[in-house]
């Protein structure tokens, strides 16, 4: 097991360096200046020279690559000028907060998603079925965005139940009750679609596999029908959902942009267009490849997680 | 193409999208036709007007200018830059795929590669990569979201092409002397075209929706030009105060998605040849019984299959397998059943534990008695008690009728704990000795194996042990020893053949194969279309076989050092269960068949044990 981890760690080294590449050539997409774009028209020259030896700017762009690449290794992200402080400070703090917004959706979604996906399944036709079917359906149409902002109307503006945003209450707040209220509508919101498509697959998984012979023998040795769906036959049906959850936390993570908008939540999502309209680019970048990289390793883990269930898997 | 219609009308949702969309589609087409106000003009004064108001139907937002206009006016820029996204991401996602699938090589591999390395980004974060570079506003958003997408319609068409280029028809092409750009157009293109449109039509939804998204993040569209996501975005800061400003075109995106979305289900299920014979239905877990007709009188046969009547019912059609069968077995014997692929033979032997799946299966009619109690019908939890404790199965193919992801160890146990409170250890050591009762090699640590790290003889041996688990009275073996080779099928059928003798079981052995038969079985019966046309003493019917079809059957079998024997296959093919004729279902591949033959119901009768179902039989029982 651990020389299978150490094997898709080594083969995640390519990717990681690919995402810096294309995170990089993204970026020597600025038209004009650089420095210019940065510091905005109303820059002095001397400043736009200084910032431009200061980035590396005046040099070719293969040597400019590999001097930020070595930067990123070292931790040294550059300096966010909008916000005067070092880029991986303002990640690192910011991260921590998408994490707990985007680690409690993909529970969320995951666990919510397959248990509606097996019942929808097991009573294929039914009214569960339907009514699920149809619940999905909308789910998986409404943008989170503008859930986000219905569920706010409804639950905090008319009713007072919550928090209307940001992460913790500004007086007396910071414990984690507070934290969990301040959670919960965001985390619903931006796992209402992952939720539909993962429910959605785990139906067609389950139905799949319940026509196989294997799920026959069960039956026909006497294994009791609860077994049946929610062992052998969810357990076979993990194989196909496990990669769409690794594919699933791609969007939530994506999706947290919207929410962290919405929601005031203090995340890396905010902090990325917040950078974007201000033009800090090294900031953007930072972020972007700071994000891609958790995600890679994050998938990864995924794979590990495939390995452990499926014994024909080579570890 | 017609056919692919109707599917699609013929699902109600599917239709819904379609009439919503193309509602929305019309209204927008219609924009310079109506009489709409101009959607840029503020007038402060009349700002934040509730819908339904006059002049303003959908009322003012809080420069005052009317929702309604600006509503269309932005579902027509949002549903433009959406449809010009898709279409430019398929059209060079497409053309990367249909590249790297018809050269393969490093061509492939290097394009493959990156696009592995580009789908490696959670995609918002390419899409922010990319407008932060570009600047916002609404083209770089749209080249944003297009150029994200690319990688997915690149992965799926080299996908396609790569089946594709492997194929006879391409290195016809080649040989032929066409060049690759003519070959790529003329031949590969409209092939892969269907799957472009496909996976278009899938993802446009997802593009109106990420374009929306940016202009609603204030990265697309630029005051005052407004879509629906920008309209979102400057309306949020006075959603609770006037949340109808909110609310309008948040509604309108959904609909457009769920339209899009419905549309999209009802053509890929349209598409999907399973669907239509039903066969992605979950079967339940027992068989349907819709039960008509008399129900037989107990005998005192340890199991009593009596009249069986098992149908599938497929839309309109009924396929009747099995269509009155009787069948029994008392202690220690050995019944072979025989008869070609789709004699019904399988589905009689599922039917006693109502392990038919349904649906589409139905059981209508007759009884299945085991010690007299019958259990067609009976309720779940009777049937599960009896399954693999009394009657137990092997079936044919233990590669796929063993769960892959659980050890051999225990599945055995499992079917012993479903039936017996016993520990844990005390299951895995029955496990063991249940292994080494069908002689695996090492039981003790081939029990921890997978099906997959066994040999197909020892997955059979398995089977068996599986089924031996909780000693039942009664073994239904479907077929085990098709899928192995000779000599494994012998040590199989020894085996078998030991276990009947040692504990009195009783087997109905179901099979093709006459030799297995001759080494076997007792009595057989021999089906045809669903129904038993001969029976008796195994060597009575393989010596002097009753009925026409019997006798063809049996001729069929080649003989081990029989000398050049011209082999007699059977002209003709079995008939379709849903459309039998009258009278007997062989007569139309028969050579002996008469007028008489085809005019209604044939009997089996003789003198017990033999019975024939013929008018005209080779010799007489």
Known sequence: MGSYIFKRLISAVPVLLGITIIVFLIMSLIPGDPATAILGSYATPENVEKLNRDLGLDKPLV?????????????????????????????????????????????????????????????????????????????????????????????????????????????????????????I??????????????????????????????????????????????????????????????????????????????????????????????RDLLLVQGGVVFVAACYVLFNIAVDVAQSLLDPRIKT | MSTFLKLLFRNRLAAMGAVILAVIVLAVLAVPLLPLQDPDVTATADRFKRPFTDGHLLGTDHLGRDLLSRLLHGTRLSLAIGVAAALIAATIGSAIGIIAGYFGGRTDNIIMRTVDMLMAFPYILLALAIVAALGPGLMNALIAVAAVNIPFFARNIRGITVGLAGREFIDAARLAGMGHARIILTELLPNVLPVIVIAMSTTVGWMILETAGLSFLGLGSQPPQADLGSMLG??????????????????????????????GDGVRDALDPRLRSGALSRPLPTTLVERSGDIPEPTDDLLAIQDLHTQFHVGARNYRAVGGVSLAVRPGECLGVIGESGSGKSVTALSVMGLVASPPGVITGGAVRYQGEDLIGAPYETLRKKRGDHVAYIFQDPLSTLHPLYSVGDQLAEAILSHHKIGKAEARRRAIELLRDVRIPNAESRVDNYPHEMSGGMRQRVGIAMALANEPDVIIADEPTTALDVTVQAQILALLDDLRRDRGLAIVFITHDFGVVAQLCDRVAVMYAGRIVEEGPTTAVLDAPAHPYTKRLIACVPELGGGRRELAAIPGLPPVVSDLPAGCAFAPRCDKAQESCRAGEIDLKGSAPRAVRCLYPEEAV
């Open chain 1, 63 to 183: 040597q400019r690559y590999f001097i930020w690449l070595g930067n990123m290794l070292t931790g040294d992200f550059g300096r966010s000028f909008s916000l005067n402080r070092p880029v991986l400070d303002e990640i690192l703090e910011r991260f921590n907060a998408t994490l707990i917004l985007a680690g409690t959706s993909f529970v969320i979604c995951s666990l919510l998603g397959i248990l509606a996906g097996v019942v929808s399944a097991a009573r294929q036709y039914g009214f569960a079925d339907k009514a699920i079917t149809f619940v999905v359906l909308i789910g998986i149409s409404v943008p989170s965005f503008f859930l986000g902002m219905m569920m706010i109307l409804l639950f905090a503006v008319n009713l007072g139940w919550l928090p209307v945003s940001g992460m913790y209450a500004i007086y007396g707040g910071g414990d984690l009750p507070d934290l969990a209220r301040h959670l």
């Open chain 1, 185 to 278: 509508m965001p985390a619903t919101a931006l796992a209402a679609v992952a939720t539909g498509v993962i429910a959605r697959l785990s139906r067609s998984a389950m139905l799949e596999v319940l026509r196989q012979d294997y799920i026959r023998t069960a039956r026909a040795k006497g294994v009791p029908e609860r077994r049946v769906i929610m062992g052998h036959a969810l357990r076979a049906a993990m194989v196909s959902i496990i990669p769409v959850l690794g594919i699933q936390a791609g969007f939530v993570l994506s999706g947290a942009v919207y929410i962290e908008i919405v929601f005031q939540w203090p995340g890396v999502g905010r902090m990325l267009v917040d950078a974007i309209l201000t």
């Open chain 2, 234 to 263: 400057e309306a949020r800061s006075a959603m609770i105060s006037h949340p109808h400003t909110s609310i309008v075109p948040g509604l309108m995106i959904f609909l457009i998605v769920m339209s899009i979305n419905l549309l």
